[in-house]
């Protein structure tokens, strides 16, 4: 099976993650975060440098749970509104807004 190039969108949405699962992170370390969610510190790392923009849904979702991301968080750092970007809070996380 032959996969196809990442789009330009894909990419950037790729490098959102990685920036917000680091940001997320703060100063705990990269080994104990990936063992705690069940993956490699290689993998890990590539998420957060954005060198594998399309990482499996399992994969972000057990990092975003070690994390104390909700998966809304998530979805809203990686897809601002179009023209801005995500309000952060405290802990690098989107800011919910009231509904």
């Known amino acids: 099976m ?3 190039p990442l789009t330009p969108e894909e990419v950037e949405r790729g490098e959102r993650l990685g920036a917000l699962l680091r940001r ?5 370390s990269m080994l104990e975060t990936a063992l705690a969610a069940r993956v490699s510190p290689e993998t890990l790392r590539k998420i957060e440098t954005g060198r594998v923009a399309t990482p499996a849904f399992p994969t972000i979702a057990a990092i975003a749970d070690v994390l104390g991301l909700s998966l809304d968080e998530v979805w809203a750092g990686i897809n601002p509104a179009a023209g801005g970007t995500a309000q952060l809070d405290g802990r690098g996380a989107p800011q919910r807004l009231a509904s």
Do not use: D, K
Not at 24 to 28: D, E, F
């Open 24 to 28: 997320a992170r703060g100063q705990r």
């Open 2 to 4: 032959v996969r196809l």
